[in-house]
């Protein structure tokens, strides 16, 4: 007797002990290919019958919230799953496909395994963010693609400056990714008019001292983000962008100006996750702009990262040299940049 319950926890045990960041459900005419998202790559687990699929398809979608009579629309749902006392939450995510509907889903680890210090290639890099963490207002960002770790970093950094101080903390995310305490977390439900800026506005009168914006996606958000930073509060956020020049890009082709960014930005982190050598795991590699070189940046002076160590290219020459990632990935990663 099939049960789409019992194959639901095989996939998403096998792709936990895999370290899977996620899986995707790929259908195709009488077939579905499932496919791990593994240090980055995209490697096929099995392939099961369509009509497996659709009733496993069935299941998510009812145990996670969403509507299963709904197949022309995408929709997003969340799952708990625990195994060997460790818990994750799972993001899913549906999209009409041919009269199908393929299905992703990020796996999410409640608590790091790892310590911050383990998630940075360098600790100066880190130490370098601890510092702007110290401003009392102003906006802190972090960019790169989706899966880069952008908000397990956010994350991590909040928990690391409350184990030092108590401030009033508030989190606007979609969805809430991680349940952290002495953090009001409010779920963004555009639905239930909960947008990123009635949830700004409704934060600030909660006399925060530290914002988290989940992602700044329009130039709506970003007028928020910006304006809150400069009324006397830290606000973090991430954007996606390939790098921190691109950052400034993408904020000035959302309307912001020269001066509003200069007025507000503390720092920008762009970050790559390396597979390392010696482990089954991935770093973090910073690109980081701070101080004189940021405001160079925004007013559109040539900046060479490089020249100051604070580049992709060089960090990579270093954990290359260090031993720390092979030749084959210093490569694969030049031809991105």
């Known amino acids: ?36 998202r593994i240090h980055g790559k995209r490697v096929l687990f099995k392939r099961i019958a369509i009509t497996k699929y659709e009733l496993l398809l069935t299941y998510y979608k009812f145990t996670s919230g969403m509507d299963i009579g709904e197949i022309r629309k995408p929709q997003n749902g969340t799952l708990p799953f625990q195994i060997h006392s460790q818990s ?6 549906t ?33 370098k963010i601890k510092t702007w963490m110290k401003f009392r207002s102003g906006l802190i960002l972090l960019s790169g693609p989706t899966g880069s770790g952008k908000t397990t970093t956010l994350y991590a950094l909040l928990e690391e400056v409350l184990k030092e101080e108590s401030f009033q903390t508030i989190t606007l995310e979609d969805p809430i990714e991680k349940n952290i305490q002495d953090i009001l977390q409010v779920q963004v439900n555009e639905k239930a008019g909960i947008t990123y800026q009635t949830g700004l506005k409704a934060a600030l009168r909660h006399d925060p001292d530290i914002i988290m914006v989940g992602e700044i996606r329009d130039r709506q958000t970003a007028k928020f983000a910006f304006e809150a930073s400069l009324t006397g509060h830290l606000v973090l956020s991430t954007i996606h962008a390939k790098n921190t020049m691109g950052t400034i890009y993408r904020l000035l082709e959302m309307g912001l100006t020269k001066v509003e960014l200069e007025q507000s930005l503390i720092g920008i982190s762009s970050i790559q996750l390396l597979p390392l050598l010696s482990e089954t795991r991935r770093a973090a590699a910073l690109e980081l702009l701070d101080g004189n070189l940021l405001r160079q940046a925004i007013n559109g002076h040539q900046v060479n990262l490089n020249h100051n160590k604070h580049s992709f290219d060089y960090i990579r020459k270093k954990a290359l040299r260090y031993g720390f990632i092979s030749k084959a990935t210093y490569e694969r990663y030049q031809t991105k940049d």
């Not at 095989?10 to 259908?27: G, L, N, V």
């Not at 994750?88 to 995510?93: A, D, H, T």
Request: charged share 20%.
């Open 95 to 127: 999209l009409p496909v041919n009269q199908l509907e393929s299905l992703a889903i990020r796996i999410l680890p409640e608590k790091l395994n790892l310590s911050l210090d383990q998630l940075f290639l360098f600790k100066n890099q880190l130490t």
């Open 1 to 36: 007797m099939f049960s789409a319950e019992m194959l639901s926890e095989k996939i998403i045990t096998s792709a936990i002990k895999e370290q899977a960041t996620d899986i995707h459900f790929y259908p195709i005419n009488t077939t579905t290919d499932i496919y791990f």
């Open 88 to 93: 994750f939450s799972l993001r899913l995510s």
